[in-house]
């Protein structure tokens, strides 16, 4: 099982939002190729981080936003793992995720995580 590992040192943050961006209707990602690890290291962990800005509700409303995007990475690890895992991955939710439906946003997701993919491969 792959397990979720979060950032936590702001500079990994700062480096990150400067690397290649991809903007969907339910998220903004950013992500970036890792640096100088294990092979063993790499399939064993998920570098990926949930972020909510403060303007978008109460704190209920963030974390259930964050706990419905961990969810679709979940799902998609469990059935069909299209997600390149020596990337770091940071995903910035919006409010149309809080109100449309979890498939929806299942579906955008695993768009956005093939369209990475394809990106990793033509480089």
Do not use: W
Request: with cysteine.
């Amino acid at each position: 099982m792959i397990k979720f590992k979060s950032l936590n040192q702001s500079k990994k943050f700062v480096e990150i939002l400067k690397k290649k961006k991809l903007n969907t209707k339910y998220f903004v990602i950013y992500f970036m190729k890792n640096k100088n690890q294990l092979q063993s290291n790499i399939s064993q962990h998920l570098n990926i981080s949930f972020v909510m800005k403060k303007n978008v509700g109460n704190a209920v409303k963030r974390n259930k936003i964050k706990r419905k995007l961990k969810s679709t990475v979940q799902k998609i690890l469990k059935e069909k793992q299209p997600i390149d895992l020596n990337y770091t991955y940071v995903i910035f939710g919006k409010n149309n995720v809080y109100n449309d439906n979890f498939r929806f946003v299942f579906e955008e997701t695993c768009k956005t995580f093939r369209k990475i993919k394809q990106m990793s491969l033509t480089q």
